[in-house]
Every structure is written in C-alpha cells, then in structure tokens.
C-alpha cells in the first residue's frame, strides 16, 4: 500500500517508512537512552501521560515499567502495532480531540520544529486542550547548534552510527534536513523539513499557544516543562 508522504519528507531503508519518512523497523532498534528518567523526574508519579507521536513505544515502555498510565498517539499504524500495553489511537496530532484531559501531555521528536508553522500551531493546540487544570506539557527542543553543526555523526554503543549530513536552507526559516542511520546490516536514510527555533522564538510560540515555560528540564533546554497561562487549561 503506497502511503500519502508529507510535503518536504522523504525516508529510505528496508520496510514500512511512514509519512514523515520514519522507518518502523529503524526505530524498532533505537535504543531507549535518557529520557524515560528525564520525564519520570519532571512529574508527579503515576500520572496519567498523553504521548503525542509515540512511534513505536521507545518511551512509551519504559514510562509503563515505571508506573506511569500512556495513551500513545501515532499517525502511523505500523508504528502503534510495535506498541504493548498502552492504549494506541492513530490519529495525526494537529487535529486530535479526544474529549478528555491527562496530567501530562508529552510532544517528544522535537515535533515542535514542525516546518510548516501553521502544522506546530495545531501541535500546540492539542497540548492544550488535552493537559488538565495542574497539570503540565513535556516538550522535546532540538539541541542550539543541530542545523549549524553540521554534518556530523555520532556512533552509538551498540554498534550503528548516525548522521545528520546536511541542513539546506528552503526558505521561510525552514531547512530540509537529512538523517542517516548506518547500521551492520541496514542502511535507513530521513529527509525532513525543520524550522530552527531560538530560546525567545520557541518561547513566542507556547505563548500564542498558552503555554509558558515553567522549567527547563535539562542543561542543554532542549527537554522543556511548560504549562498552561491562567484560563488556558482545558477543565
């Protein structure tokens, strides 16, 4: 079955590619890293978590292991099928609407540089209207340096290696940016589009949102905690 690819995304490499150019079988490999601890520290335990683009539960599983509640949110069915004992809905992000709130709402995959700046817009929309009166959204920022420092690549313990080869200015403060991921046995390539975000930029996009920073989670501020302003918060 030939998927419906979004504008700008490509992806190559052995089996399902899904249409931001994910593979699911690539990231059926990747390993878990840090994450899981970040987010368990960043809220309160057990919570109830809405991840939105789970993919195929590289976080979600960890976050189950530690108590955690997940509803996972893909737009790819391929993807949810690799997911276990979460509840799964397959639905584009921008326009969810479940009719119900959770403790935290998770935008991971620096989701948020979404190119398209009308597409972050309905990303940040969804947070809002699915984070409960209290609660708080964890929000994934790409790194200060990922569209000049490049290419370069880093090799993982466990014996691939990835690379971020180029970041082509497209226009509109959008780059096209393209991944690869060199595995022993495999080979997956993602091309996608990015708009870079300063502190102040990402900062004016929660506020049209309404969000605001409550924390920066991590040194380098790409793993956010905002929050919604008075009156913003769904009931």
């Known amino acids: 079955m030939r998927i419906e690819m979004r504008e700008g995304h490509e992806g190559t490499g052995p089996g399902a590619i899904t249409p931001d150019g994910c593979a699911v079988e690539l990231y059926s490999r990747l390993p878990v890293g840090e994450e899981p601890d970040i987010i368990a520290a960043a809220v309160p335990a057990g919570a109830r978590i809405l991840e939105l683009g789970s993919g195929v539960g590289r976080m979600t599983h960890p976050l189950l292991e530690r108590g955690f509640t997940v509803t996972a949110v893909d737009e790819s069915a391929e993807m949810l099928e ?13 326009n969810l609407d479940l009719g119900e709130t959770f403790d935290v709402v998770m935008l991971a995959s620096f989701l948020v540089h979404a ?8 990303l940040l929309r969804t947070c809002v209207r699915h984070v409960a009166a209290g609660g708080s959204v964890l ?6 340096d990922y569209h000049s420092n490049v290419p370069r690549e880093r090799v993982d313990p466990s014996g691939f290696t990835v690379r971020i080869v180029s970041a082509e200015p497209v226009g509109d403060g959008v ?3 393209r991944a690869e991921y060199v595995f022993p046995d495999a080979v997956w390539t993602q091309t996608f589009l990015a708009r870079p975000l300063t502190k102040d930029q990402f900062e ?32």
């Open 139 to 144: 929000i994934q920022r790409e790194g200060e």
């Open 115 to 122: 190119g398209d700046e009308e597409e972050r817009r309905g």
């Open 82 to 94: 690799r997911v276990r004992g979460a509840r799964t809905i397959c639905s584009p992000i921008e």
């Open 175 to 177: 780059d096209s940016v």
């Open 204 to 235: 004016e996009a929660l506020a049209e949102a309404g969000l605001r920073v409550d924390s920066y989670l991590t040194p380098d501020r790409i793993w956010v905690r905002a929050v919604p302003v008075a009156g913003e918060a769904a009931d």
